[in-house]
């Protein structure tokens, strides 16, 4: 059983910055990528950033160089850090692990 806990949303102004966190139980979590995906009011949901258990990554190009993710597989966590973050980044972020998903966490970028 793969259960995927977020946390680390808020608000936030533009130009701060928020730490995502999301804890996974089970046994699988150091040897398949983990990804975060969000998703805006109106909007599908769209892949920000993944990492494979080889510690490689990817980003959606429209984070790339504000965003980096980590992933800590003693913990079974991976993070998302953001920063310079616009309002075009509120959204609903979710994690995934093979077919689980977490709850999300609302990030909201306002003034």
């Known amino acids: 059983q793969v259960q995927l806990v977020e946390s680390g949303g808020g608000l936030v102004e533009p130009g701060g910055s928020l730490r995502l966190s999301c804890a996974a139980s089970?046994?699988?979590?150091?040897?398949?990528?983990i990804s975060w995906y969000r998703q805006a009011p109106g909007k599908q949901r769209e892949l920000v950033a993944a990492?494979?258990?080889?510690?490689?990554?990817t980003y959606a190009d429209s984070v790339k160089g504000r965003f980096t993710i980590s992933r800590d597989n003693a913990k079974k966590t991976v993070y998302l850090q953001m920063n310079s973050l616009k309002p075009e980044d509120t959204a609903v972020y979710y994690c995934?692990?093979?077919?689980?998903w977490g709850q999300g966490t609302q990030v909201t970028v306002s003034s």
């Open positions: 089970g046994s699988i979590f150091s040897i398949y990528t």
């Open positions: 990492i494979t258990s080889g510690g490689n990554t």
């Open positions: 995934k692990l093979v077919i689980h």
